[in-house]
């Protein structure tokens, strides 16, 4: 099993920045790739970054240039620092962990929202 504790999601004005945390823990030598992922209100929870062991990073257009994602394998946690935010990020971030087994486990979630 693995658990996931994420942080760092707030209030921020359109243009700042956020850094979220999420740190694995339980059978975390099973898991091969974390990522995040956002769900907005009345929208489908959508892949917002990912990494994998290898330490290749994959995002979607949207936040391409803005958000960076990063891993610290030895503390087994996962990062994401979204610049230059829009009100179009304004959503409940949750970290995501694969394993070896095909499972996904998820975090609690964080809100974030971008607002004047």
């Known amino acids: 099993q693995v658990q996931l504790v994420e942080s760092g999601g707030g209030l921020v004005q359109p243009g700042g920045s956020l850094r979220l945390s999420c740190q694995a823990s339980g059978s975390t030598f099973s898991i091969y790739a974390m990522g995040w992922y956002r769900q907005a209100p009345g929208k489908q929870r959508e892949l917002v970054a990912r990494?994998?062991?290898?330490?290749?990073?994959q995002y979607r257009d949207s936040v391409k240039g803005r958000f960076t994602i990063s891993r610290d394998n030895a503390e087994n946690t996962v990062f994401l620092r979204m610049n230059r935010l829009k009100p179009e990020d304004t959503a409940t971030y949750y970290c995501n962990a694969a394993t070896t087994e095909s499972i996904a486990y998820w975090g609690q979630g964080t809100q974030a929202t971008v607002s004047s």
């Open positions: 990494t994998l062991n290898g330490g290749s990073t």
